[in-house]
């Protein structure tokens, strides 16, 4: 593993840099060192509190339909709110990356804003104004994270970062599995937003200590580049992102509704959230394991034999009723799933200096993220069975599998 204290470019699965794609950046104006590890441990911080939320969406989704008596529809659509919205901030803020230079003033405001929206539905705790207010709170999530992705991109650690972002997601997922559904059982429906202020305010005393990671100063836009590079960005840009959007979609469409899911195959609740804690910890290893296999190895074959394994662990849900099975399923799908998301960012990460093409990697995972939970509730309500809901996001997890001849073709690139 390449030490961080002489990393200087932006890292890739392969361990290459794009030759003379990125002009060198300085990025020691920040109070820690700018590519060390606790560097990209705040970075995934950054990066991970403006969409907490999904992290815990099994728990937000089973108090709303048991504590605030909402269907599963119902349910749906306010996840979908919250998540729709942080599309919308993270596409508005990927046009804007190149014209905010002073991106941590502004994810200082979109952090406070962030906790005023969930102060706000706690205060009001009217199930009228659920979904605008979470849409308004996806909006400042999206936006916060597309400056985080772009942060990363410029970082020179991306590769790391994008794992770490990964790495806290799950530890904070395990976390609020683990305790928040007997918490929110005692103290009712809102406990999970009361998480997601303490999450958001952890970043905010994180933030002063990131390191500026400013814009270049000459950034080529993507558009100028060279006919070569333009040949190799087009395309796969385009399937990366394509894929990224079909892997968050299949994921979260049954992520968001795992207790649901559990509780459709006689599984109890206790079980459910003991199961959905370990599998979060356990799936921490997947983040490790891209960190560390982005450095030694090319692109194409861990990812897609990560995303085979996928395919697999998903449709091992067809048989949640054998305990063992639900177990070993969502241990499988948590490890391949922070696995794969960190390759993904980073092959988007590849096309542009200023982070911008981040940002938009960011945008199609958050979009995948609203449209997954939103088909799944639809789909339940309707009448559809899990079961069935299970084969159809197999199918479109399968879809993924294209962007594999995409980084093989990055990978020829970098040689």
């Known amino acids: 593993m390449q030490s961080p204290s002489t990393t200087e470019a932006t890292e890739l699965p392969g361990g290459s840099t794009p030759e003379g794609q990125f002009p060198e950046i300085s990025t020691h104006t920040g109070l820690l060192a700018s590519n060390g590890w606790l560097a990209s441990i705040?970075?995934?911080?950054?990066?991970?509190?403006?969409?907490?939320?999904?992290?815990?969406?099994?728990?937000?989704?089973?108090?709303?339909?048991?504590?605030?008596?909402?269907?599963?529809?119902?349910?749906?659509?306010?996840?979908?709110?919250?998540?729709?919205?942080?599309?919308?901030?993270?596409?508005?803020?990927?046009?804007?990356?190149?014209?905010?230079?002073?991106?941590?003033?502004?994810a200082t405001i979109l952090?406070?804003?962030?906790?005023?929206?969930?102060?706000?539905?706690?205060?009001l705790a009217n199930l009228d104004l659920l979904i605008p207010l979470r849409l308004v709170h996806g909006i400042l999530g999206g936006a916060l994270v597309g400056l985080g992705f772009a942060a990363i991109a410029r970082s020179g650690i991306a590769g790391r970062s994008?794992?770490?972002?990964?790495?806290?997601?799950?530890?904070?997922?395990?976390?609020?599995?683990?305790?928040?559904?007997?918490?929110?059982?005692?103290?009712?429906?809102?406990?999970?937003?009361?998480?997601l202020i303490?999450?958001?305010?952890?970043?905010?005393?994180?933030?002063?200590?990131?390191?500026?990671?400013?814009?270049?100063?000459?950034?080529?836009p993507v558009t100028a580049v060279t006919s070569r590079e333009h040949k190799l960005s087009v395309r796969p840009i385009a399937i990366t992102l394509i894929a990224l959007f079909c892997f968050q979609f299949a994921n979260m469409a049954l992520f968001a509704f795992i207790f649901d899911l559990g509780k459709s195959f006689a599984l109890p609740l206790s079980f459910i959230s003991q199961t959905l804690f370990w599998a979060n910890l356990i799936a921490i290893t997947g983040a490790a394991l891209a960190a560390?296999?982005?450095?030694?190895?090319?692109?194409?074959?861990?990812?897609?034999?990560?995303?085979?394994?996928?395919?697999?662990?998903?449709?091992?849900?067809?048989?949640?009723?054998?305990?063992?099975?639900?177990?070993?399923?969502?241990?499988?799908?948590?490890?391949?799933?922070a696995f794969c998301v960190?390759?993904?960012?980073?092959?988007?990460?590849?096309?542009?200096?200023?982070?911008?093409?981040?940002?938009?990697?960011?945008?199609?995972?958050?979009?995948?993220?609203?449209?997954?939970?939103l088909f799944a509730g639809y789909f339940i309500t309707g009448g559809g069975s899990y079961t069935q809901l299970i084969v159809v996001v197999t199918v479109v997890l399968g879809i993924c599998l294209i962007a594999v001849p995409a980084a093989a073709r990055l990978d020829r690139a970098t040689d």
């Not at 919308?88 to 990927?94: L, M, P």
């Not at 952090?111 to 205060?123: A, E, F, P, Q, Y």
């Not at 997922?173 to 103290?187: N, S, T």
């Not at 303490?198 to 080529?220: G, H």
């Open 42 to 106: 705040f970075l995934g911080f950054l990066s991970s509190a403006g969409l907490y939320y999904v992290n815990i969406f099994p728990v937000i989704v089973d108090a709303l339909m048991v504590g605030a008596g909402l269907s599963a529809e119902q349910a749906g659509q306010i996840t979908f709110a919250n998540t729709i919205g942080a599309v919308i901030g993270a596409f508005t803020v990927s046009w804007l990356i190149r014209y905010i230079p002073r991106w941590k003033l502004a």
């Open 111 to 123: 952090l406070c804003c962030s906790i005023g929206m969930d102060v706000l539905t706690i205060k």
């Open 162 to 195: 994008y794992s770490m972002v990964l790495l806290v997601q799950y530890i904070g997922g395990a976390i609020g599995m683990g305790f928040l559904p007997a918490l929110v059982v005692e103290h009712g429906p809102y406990v999970p937003f009361y998480a």
């Open 198 to 220: 303490t999450f958001s305010a952890i970043t905010l005393m994180m933030l002063p200590l990131i390191a500026d990671y400013p814009l270049p100063e000459q950034s080529v």
């Open 292 to 337: 560390v296999t982005g450095q030694k190895f090319p692109l194409a074959k861990p990812l897609g034999l990560a995303l085979l394994i996928t395919v697999v662990g998903l449709l091992m849900f067809v048989s949640s009723g054998i305990r063992e099975i639900f177990i070993i399923a969502n241990v499988v799908t948590g490890i391949t799933w």
């Open 342 to 373: 960190p390759y993904f960012l980073t092959m988007t990460s590849r096309f542009d200096s200023a982070g911008q093409m981040g940002a938009f990697g960011g945008f199609a995972s958050k979009l995948g993220l609203a449209c997954g939970p």
